[in-house]
């Protein structure tokens, strides 16, 4: 018996329409070999109608013409015959309405999912309170669709048609009555096509949704690998600290008990000899004291023979040997060994204090992990004003600095510079001595022909023709020709850019986001070029004047944040 149950199961689910999913009524079968309830197949490509072809709901086989549909009378007999065996009591479960599902408006308890909506009902059923509409005369000429669970609002509620249009006008779906009145003059469409563009637009949208998706991803994960790093630098400079601390410990206890060792030799030296001194005065203080208890012995004697007897030896009493001389002063080396450790030890003091504070000013900021939106006004670039001096060890020979070292011109005459390793030799350029590490802004006004505004690596060649900036891959630089003309070179590659003369440039640096701006600033700021590169060591500004009489200058600038 269980077995027949399973059979018959079985066959109840080969014998579900996929559409409305319950036993096949009137069944028909397309060519592609599937087989549905007629109306269900009927009412699916009607809904298709203006695309003009239609497709298989279960294998998206297409078709250009409408396939004719016949009565599979195969089907319906097999299916009459399931009926007969009285097992149909209770549907399937996967009849049932689930929570994506539109359920059925007249299902009492567990609801059924809805195989059609109504727009004339504004109701949604399933096939069995569908089946009215099937049989009844005046709900046949209803019109059926999917089942949707806002059907209320496909239908015009002044009118009770189905809103088949849309007013772009006024952007909402109406009806064709109203088409005839309110809405009469204005632009209109189809739905569908209204829908199809606005699918398109959806999917140009969503494209740029995934895009940000994927942005946001990569810097969600740039963020873990900044993260990784930052602890994994952390615990690099805690472990590196703490040794040196340590070894700075180990090495100062070291000179203390080495000091110590030497101040107790020291001693020990000083002691030994005042001790033999000391000894040596002692026995010399008894030997006297002997002889003067001898002298009071024979003061007192009354016999002449022992006196004259003992004379002699006494006779050179007042013959003693030289006294020691016995100074007594400070003690300077001990007293110099104490200033010395004293110095030593502010020595020492000062040197870590002047560290601590140059660490404690380091940068700490991490706004580079996030993108920023670059300032659109000057007086959102001055907020990260960067003063900029030039250095004089960088300059070539015959580029002559002034106004503090902001200004450079080209004198072509021999400067009094002396010899040095980062001066350039074959260029007449100088770089700064501010690195570039972070978001600033500065300004230069130039003067005069073969004038460039860069920024370059402390590593660039300093001789040969690759030192020039913009000829390497470790300098960009925007160069304005005597005609006024603007040129962006990097790594030997010239790129002609247009926008208004001035006599004034901006250039804009976010290192860690990788951009570099160039703007012509006058009354306005009007961006040149821009570059989106990735920085890998600090900047330094550089310039470049290449004819006699050719000026830049960095401009102060207000707002100046250090």
């Known amino acids: 018996m269980e077995m027949a149950q399973g059979g018959i199961q079985l066959e109840h689910e080969k014998l ?63 299916v009459e015959d399931l009926k007969k065996t009285g097992l149909q009591a209770a549907p399937a479960d996967h009849c049932y309405a689930g929570p994506e599902d539109v359920s059925c408006d007249f299902c009492t308890g567990r609801k059924r999912k809805a195989t059609k909506s109504c727009l004339q009902c504004l109701v949604s059923s399933c096939e069995l309170h569908l089946q009215p509409h099937y049989d009844i005369a005046p709900l046949k000429k209803h019109k059926l669709v999917r089942p949707s669970a806002n059907v209320k609002e496909k239908v015009c509620s002044h009118h009770k048609e189905v809103m088949k249009i849309f007013c772009r006008t006024d952007q909402q779906c109406i009806c064709y009555l109203c088409l005839m009145n309110e809405h009469k003059s204005h632009e209109t469409v189809p739905v569908e096509e209204e829908m199809t563009k606005r699918q398109k637009e959806f999917g140009a949208g969503w494209q740029k949704i995934l895009q940000r998706i994927q942005q946001r991803e990569k810097y969600v994960k740039t963020l873990q690998q900044q993260l990784e790093a930052i602890n994994r630098s952390a615990d690099k400079a805690v472990k590196s600290s703490e040794k040196s601390f340590n070894e700075l410990i180990s090495g100062i206890r070291k000179r203390s008990s080495h000091m110590k060792q030497q101040i107790r030799c020291r001693q020990k030296t000083e002691v030994n000899q005042v001790k033999e001194l000391q000894k040596r005065l002692q026995q010399e203080i008894a030997e006297l004291r002997r002889k003067d208890a001898e002298l009071e012995q024979l003061s007192h004697s009354e016999n002449p023979t022992w006196m004259f007897h003992n004379y002699p030896s006494l006779s050179n009493l007042t013959e003693a040997p030289d006294s020691p001389t016995i100074t007594i002063h400070p003690l300077h080396y001990f007293e110099d060994v104490m200033t010395a450790v004293s110095v030593a030890k502010d020595k020492l003091e000062h040197t870590l204090l002047e560290e601590w504070t140059r660490i404690s000013k380091m940068e700490t900021e991490m706004d580079f992990l996030l993108p920023q939106a670059e300032p659109k006004t000057r007086t959102e670039f001055l907020k990260y004003a ?18 503090g070292n ?11 510079y002396p010899s040095h390793p980062d001066r350039f030799t074959d260029m007449f350029q100088v770089l700064s001595n501010e690195s570039l590490s972070r978001r600033c802004y500065w300004e230069v006004e130039w003067s005069g022909g073969g004038v460039s505004v860069a920024v370059a690596y402390k590593s660039l060649n300093r001789t040969g023709d690759d030192s020039r900036f913009g000829t390497n891959d470790k300098s960009w630089a925007l160069e304005r020709s005597f005609s006024g003309d ?15 003369q001035s006599s004034k440039v901006g250039v804009y640096l976010d290192h860690r986001a990788g951009t570099l701006s160039f703007y012509s600033v006058s009354e306005t700021m009007t961006l040149l070029h821009r570059v989106r590169t990735t920085f890998t060591q600090p900047l330094y500004a550089g310039i470049c004047v290449d004819y006699f009489g050719s000026t830049a200058e960095l401009c102060e600038l207000n707002n100046f944040c250090s």
Not at 40 to 68: G, M, N, V, Y
Not at 406 to 416: D, G, P, Y
Not at 486 to 500: E, Q, R, V
Request: one cysteine or more; hydrophobic letters at 30%; charged letters at 20%.
């Open 16 to 78: 579900c329409c996929s559409i409305c999913l319950d036993l096949l009524k009137d069944p028909v079968t397309i060519p592609c070999g599937h087989s549905y309830c007629m109306n269900c197949i009927e009412s699916c490509w009607d809904e298709e109608a203006p695309k003009q072809t239609h497709s298989c709901p279960q294998c998206r086989q297409t078709f250009t013409l409408r396939p004719a549909l016949v009565k599979n009378t195969l089907l319906a007999d097999l």
């Open 386 to 403: 960067q003063q900029i001096t030039l250095d004089l060890n960088t300059a070539h020979t015959e580029v002559s600095l002034s106004k």
């Open 406 to 416: 902001r200004k450079a011109t080209n004198m072509e005459v021999f400067q009094l």
């Open 486 to 500: 603007y040129h962006l070179k990097h790594d030997n590659i010239t790129a002609s850019i247009s926008g208004p």
